[in-house]
């Protein structure tokens, strides 16, 4: 089984990908860190010296090969991967996928600290607060196509929804 973990930024795609692939015995793929092996750079400075569409011209191609490889894993992809050169359909078609939902009010607080995310990279918390508003409005219609919808998950609410759904 191939597992995608979606969601912003700060919802655990990684955190609870992690501890999840474990339990379920599969490799956990980090995407944002596939893409940054593969061009030798850091998102950060992808998106600063090539530019977003770069950076999803990359995205989209290291989520097809994966897609379509012969491997099962837990895949936490960047947060904007399902939203761009059908990704969404893509991650549909090859696997499960499972949208963790966290209120923005979390997500802000997760946040707070963080300056490796080019899209919500401002010193100002307002600021950051409204683009995490504006990019959830925009992917939400996205995100709630995924096979399950988690909100405020867990591993333990991950595991029950995925072996229900099994
Ligand atoms: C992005 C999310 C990031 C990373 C890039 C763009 C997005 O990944 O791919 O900064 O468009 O939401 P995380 O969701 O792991 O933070």
């Known amino acids: 089984m ?3 973990l979606i969601g912003l930024s700060g919802s655990g795609k990684t955190t609870l990908g992690k501890p999840l692939a474990e339990e379920l015995h599969l490799p956990f793929v980090d995407m944002d860190w596939e893409i940054e092996k593969r061009e030798n750079k850091s998102i950060r400075e992808i998106f600063s010296q090539q530019g977003e569409d770069h950076f ?3 995205e989209a191609e290291v989520l097809r090969e994966w897609a379509s490889s012969q491997q099962d894993f837990v895949m ?3 947060g904007g991967a399902p939203c761009f ?3 969404m ?3 549909n078609q090859s696997g499960l996928s499972i949208f963790l ?3 923005i009010e979390e997500l802000k607080i997760r946040l707070a600290a963080a300056t490796d995310r080019p899209l919500l990279n401002t010193g100002d918390e307002l600021e950051k607060e409204n683009k995490l508003r504006l990019l959830r409005e925009a992917r939400l219609p996205i995100y709630n ?3 399950i919808i988690i909100e405020n998950p867990s591993l333990e609410k991950l595991l029950k929804a995925i072996h ?3």
């Open 2 to 4: 191939k597992i995608f």
């Open 56 to 58: 999803r011209q990359i």
């Open 76 to 78: 936490g992809t960047g």
């Open 85 to 87: 050169y059908n990704g």
């Open 89 to 91: 359909n893509i991650i």
């Open 101 to 103: 939902d966290v209120p």
């Open 145 to 147: 196509q995924a096979h």
């Open 164 to 166: 229900l759904k099994k």
